[in-house]
């Protein structure tokens, strides 16, 4: 009959050399793990997006190194518009929707973007009679309610308290594609270059137990209690 001893150790009861060395060695399997949720926020807030803004995202990769993309805005839609000019002659106009700028872009926003992603803010005097705002507009996270959307929609909304008339519609919908992105790969260094967030990780693991030199002990649990 033997008898085997082993001193095991949770991650935060190892030397702070050997817990640089877990760190440096666990950073991207970190990485990998944690970004599995905000993968999956990242894909529901651009899908959101391409429905609301007829726009489509192809060909893109976002990882540790860098992102790439492609994007189309849809052909089908065009914004048309007319009015009555004052000999009364009645105009008509059609432009490509990527093309749009100006007061014709602002007006295509305020028709069919905006009231989809917020709300007017709803007052209440306290007695009998309440009214909804004409300008102030709540706006938490519209497309999927993750904080994902925040990403994606910031030039959007900086566009639309601009006075920005330059602008068209593609190059709007490029920044806040880019925009969404670059937030999506700084979410990945972030997993992996932050030793205090990959510590932290590591810290809230007590599951997982260590020899003295930090190889990570992979037999039976109950032989280690």
Known sequence: ??????????????????????????????????????????????????????????????????????????????????????????????????ELSGKLLRRYINNNIVPCLFTRKFYWNGRSRSRHSRIIRNCVCPLTGEVTDTCILKPFIEFLSSHDFKTTYSQLIDQCIGSMFSAWHEEFQLWADDDNSVRGVLMDDLDTLYYSDGTVYSGPLELAV
């Open 1 to 98: 009959m033997k008898q085997v001893s082993l001193t095991l150790y949770t991650f935060d009861e190892l030397t702070p050399e050997v817990q640089n060395k877990v760190i440096d060695r666990e950073r991207f399997n970190i990485m990998d793990r944690q970004m599995e949720i905000s993968n999956s926020s990242f894909r529901k807030t651009l899908a959101k997006f391409e429905q609301l803004f007829s726009t489509s995202v192809f060909n893109w990769e976002v990882d540790y190194c860098g992102f790439t993309y492609r994007y189309k805005i849809s052909e089908i839609d065009a914004y048309c518009f007319d009015y009555v000019r004052k000999d009364g002659e009645e105009v008509f106009g059609e432009f490509p929707l990527e």
